[in-house]
């Protein structure tokens, strides 16, 4: 039903900036929250950031807030991720999630993409 595609990702130095996107498939996307999750290496899959349908409510787990930024443009489809400040330790893969609730997002319920790799040097 929903079909996810990331970008965006790439190599930067610690302290650099990068904006990932997301272009979702199909013309309900505003009724999806949507989510950034990461996974590095040798650790378990990580919720990043939500955002609801309209944009007006996002959500982020404590390792990236104040960081990052999650936000939507749902006339483009696309959810991006604003990463700000970055750390070695943010090296990972990064995932786009859509779900039917905030709660469905946090959890890793719903549709995924396959993944955009970042990587953060010293």
């Known amino acids: 039903q929903v079909q996810l595609v990331e970008s965006g990702g790439g190599l930067v130095q610690a302290g650099g900036s990068l904006r990932l996107s997301c272009a979702a498939s199909?013309?309900?996307?505003?009724?999806?929250?949507m989510g950034w999750f990461r996974q590095a290496p040798g650790k378990e899959r990580e919720f990043g950031a939500a955002i609801s349908g309209g944009g007006s409510s996002t959500y982020y787990a404590d390792s990236v807030k104040g960081r990052f930024t999650i936000s939507r443009d749902n006339a483009k489809n696309t959810v991006y991720l604003q990463m700000n400040s970055l750390k070695p330790e943010d090296t990972a893969v990064y995932y786009c999630n859509a779900a039917q609730t905030r709660a469905g997002v946090v959890a890793g319920s719903g549709y995924w993409g396959q993944g955009t790799q970042v990587t953060v040097s010293s």
């Open positions: 199909g013309r309900t996307f505003s009724s999806y929250y």
